[in-house]
Nanobody, 121 residues
Framework: QLQASGGGLVQAGDSLRLSCAAS????????MGWFRQAPGKEREFVSA????????SYADSVKGRFTISRDNAKNTVYLQMNSLKPDDTAVYYC????????????????WGQGTLVTVSS
């Protein structure tokens, strides 16, 4: 199971850190990712990190503002979001799969329940 948390209502320019705690899987062997879905839009890729943290990927829209990280000892992946914009408003989902490529493509096996981030202008 993946349990996301940390969403909330913030103003443009603020920061938030999302967390996703994993259970029931060998976390240190899984690639992890974040996706988001804004109202009326399809779910889109935000960021991913492989099991060893050696590889990370970001959507162009968040590069330089968001940072993904993980703590394998805590079975948790994080998404640090800085300089938030109203366009970042969405439900954020964490994702997990043994395959980093499947996470990149949104074809991962596991999904969290989502946490809402609202950025006001």
């Amino acid at each position: 199971q993946l349990q996301a948390s940390g969403g909330g209502l913030v103003q443009a320019g603020d920061s938030l850190r999302l967390s996703c705690a994993a259970s029931g899987l060998i976390f240190s062997t899984y690639a992890m990712g974040w996706f988001r879905q804004a109202p009326g839009k399809e779910r889109e890729f935000v960021s991913a990190i492989n099991w060893s943290t050696a590889r990370t990927s970001y959507a162009d829209s968040v590069k330089g503002r968001f940072t993904i990280s993980r703590d394998n000892a805590k079975n948790t992946v994080y998404l640090q979001m800085n300089s938030l914009k109203p366009d970042d408003t969405a439900v954020y989902y964490c994702a997990a799969d043994i395959s980093y490529q499947r996470v990149l493509g949104g074809k991962n096996k596991h999904w969290g329940q989502g946490t809402l981030v609202t950025v006001s202008s």
